[in-house]
């Protein structure tokens, strides 16, 4: 874990590392690279689900290799900090419709490690991340509570309470 200073810049939106910052070209500079990367996989697709900036201080990507544009489609979450290189990896759907979609965000509890992956796609993925610069957040550090001193900068997309590591990393505002 963090130490204290880190955690609590972190809930303030304040970048660890100085290339790093939520209106910073990092997404341009390390993420877009990653996303073309798993793009070269075997019918693999991705999809931006949260742009990060000004409400919100991550980027999140869908993915999948199912061919399909519209209906449910399981497929794999990667929210990538912009405040520091740490990525969590996670399992879920995405529902697109013709003029609707619906998204879900990764629960501490549902942080794929590399010894979870069920596919060589999903092992391909966490590889990819990995490749690019970023660290995987571990299940365990995910689930960690943040000291009562510190909490989010304003609301997250998981489920509440919003009291640990994983919360500080992925927050949004409006």
Known sequence: MLSIQDLQKLANWEPLESEFGCNSNIYERRILPILSDIEKYEHAQTLLTNNGGNLSNYVAVFVDTSGKELGNIQGLYIHFSLLTPIAAIGRGAAYIGENSWGYSSIEPNEVLEESDTLSPFEAYVLQAVVNGGFKLLSRLSAQEK???????????????????????LFSDTD
């Open 146 to 168: 943040l000291p009562p001193s510190i909490s989010p900068y304003e609301y997250c997309l998981n489920n509440e309470p919003w009291d640990s590591f994983i919360h500080v």
